[in-house]
T-cell receptor
Framework: GAVVSQHPSWVICKSGTSVKIECRSLDFQATTMFWYRQFPKQSLMLMATSNEGSKATYEQGVEKDKFLINHASLTLSTLTVTSAHPEDSSFYIC?????????????FGPGTRLLVL | QKEVEQNSGPLSVPEGAIASLNCTYSDRGSQSFFWYRQYSGKSPELIMSIYSNGDKEDGRFTAQLNKASQYVSLLIRDSQPSDSATYLCAPRMDSSYKLIFGSGTRLLVRP
């Protein structure tokens, strides 16, 4: 199957700082990447959809100025949580969809656990 | 009405039994359906996909789809303790490739 990586897997930061999370498709070209957030004991919540070379489309209620998404290449998308606060602490998961082995459906990265103190 | 409905469980079955997981969806335009498994603290992993009405088998897993009833299910035969996880049903909006996730059914397989 298709392989998607995320980095870092864990991050702890102070309130007010910005955190960047990288999502990479390792063995296929990801024309579309999705970013999700998951709070404990809840399902995945889609935050935004990003297509390579264009602006991300954010879901209703997600602040685009707080969660900056860049999809600069067919294998890399980044999510930057700006001025993070404790309520942003969550499990952030990316998924990728594209051509080749990744074409059937979304394949998920391992996730990044963010803790804001 | 939620877009995707799943019984949250936990569904508890003994080892070796058949586990039956059910899902209903509201968007009649959904054409593709996926089952993901999520272990606690991990990200989802794809188990099966199904696109046509009827059954699709893959090893111990069988997905069933009935578009008229807007119903999709997953059967797990010879359940193992390692199958204990949350199973997420996800119809796809093919125009945008978005997946609409249910809240998941937690499965517990007792040794």
């Amino acid at each position: 199957g298709a392989v998607v990586s995320q980095h870092p897997s864990w991050v702890i930061c102070k309130s007010g700082t910005s955190v960047k999370i990288e999502c990479r498709s390792l063995d296929f070209q990801a024309t579309t990447m999705f970013w999700y957030r998951q709070f404990p004991k809840q399902s995945l919540m889609l935050m935004a959809t990003s297509n390579e070379g264009s602006k991300a489309t954010y879901e209703q209620g997600v602040e685009k100025d707080k969660f900056l998404i860049n999809h600069a290449s067919l294998t890399l998308s980044t999510l930057t949580v700006t001025s993070a606060h404790p309520e942003d602490s969550s499990f952030y998961i990316c998924s990728a969809f594209g051509v080749g082995v990744g074409k059937e459906t979304q394949y998920f990265g391992p996730g990044t656990r963010l803790l804001v103190l | 009405q939620k877009e995707v409905e799943q019984n949250s469980g936990p569904l508890s079955v003994p080892e070796g039994a058949i586990a039956s997981l059910n899902c209903t969806y509201s968007d009649r335009g959904s054409q593709s359906f996926f089952w993901y498994r999520q272990y606690s603290g991990k990200s989802p992993e794809l188990i099966m996909s199904i696109y046509s009405n009827g059954d699709k088998e893959d090893g111990r897993f069988t997905a069933q789809l009935n578009k008229a009833s807007q119903y999709v299910s997953l059967l797990i035969r010879d359940s193992q303790p390692s199958d204990s996880a949350t199973y997420l049903c996800a119809p796809r909006m093919d125009s945008s490739y978005k997946l609409i996730f249910g809240s998941g059914t937690r499965l517990l397989v007792r040794p």
